[in-house]
T-cell receptor
């Protein structure tokens, strides 16, 4: 079945460590996104990528890094510079419709919950 | 800049009663509007979207939403609530007239509780 796979589902990190969250999609979507979810704050955009080898900062990119070397993959690294990394992280993708206009909805993975000890 | 407001953090309804979850938006151009649902510790699931056309949009699980341009609103509705509808609901907007064509902005979410 087509979809988005995030791993790991749960991750524990010591302060000062970098961690990488995996996101893989087999929907043949061009655009991919990383959101952070905190209670009462909704979803906030960290990074997004419209095509391979290109990505843009979202609203809260500080302390995070991404790469987009393959269409199917958009890993997120939470660095030690991120001051409050404990959160639920959601990866999503969307299709590019003909003509470059993207009107489609986002498809989400099941999320990764990161806890800093 | 685009933004979404969900004025109610929580909505409580009795099973069998109609439900409404409110959403208002702000964009510089024409909006694409979406509703998503999230169950605990899960990803978001798409419910419905408004792109153009009829102001009343029907979606999954019996939900519908009404687009009101003059009030810049996109309220989610269901005629008869089920206990299984209890979840966190998110409204989202994309400004198709803006430069960030791919960026979707979400509201803070409304926790719907349907009481038996």
């Amino acid at each position: 079945d087509g979809g988005i796979t995030q791993s790991p589902k749960y991750l524990f990190r010591k302060e000062g460590q970098n961690v990488t969250l995996s996101c893989e999609q087999n929907l043949n979507h061009d655009a991919m996104y990383w959101y952070r979810q905190d209670p009462g704050q909704g979803l906030r955009l960290i990074y997004y990528s419209q095509i391979v080898n290109d990505f843009q900062k979202g609203d809260i990119a500080e302390g995070y890094s991404v790469s987009r070397e393959k269409k199917e993959s958009f890993p997120l690294t939470v660095t030690s510079a991120q001051k409050n990394p404990t959160a639920f992280y959601l990866c999503a993708s969307s299709a590019r419709l003909a003509g470059g206009k993207n009107t489609g909805e986002l498809f989400f993975g099941e999320g990764s919950r990161l806890t800093v000890l | 800049a685009q933004s979404v407001a969900q004025p109610e953090d929580q909505v409580n309804v009795a099973e069998g009663n109609p439900l409404t979850v409110k959403c208002t938006y702000s964009v510089s151009g024409n909006p694409y509007l979406f509703w998503y649902v999230q169950y605990p510790n899960r990803g978001l699931q798409f419910l419905l979207k408004y792109i153009t056309g009829d102001n009343l949009v029907k979606g999954s699980y019996g939900f519908e939403a009404e687009f009101n341009k003059s009030q810049t609103s996109f309220h989610l509705k269901k005629p008869s609530a089920l206990v299984s509808d209890s979840a966190l609901y998110f409204c989202a907007v994309r400004d198709i007239g803006g430069g960030s064509n791919y960026k979707l902005t979400f509201g803070k979410g409304t926790l719907l509780t349907v009481n038996p």
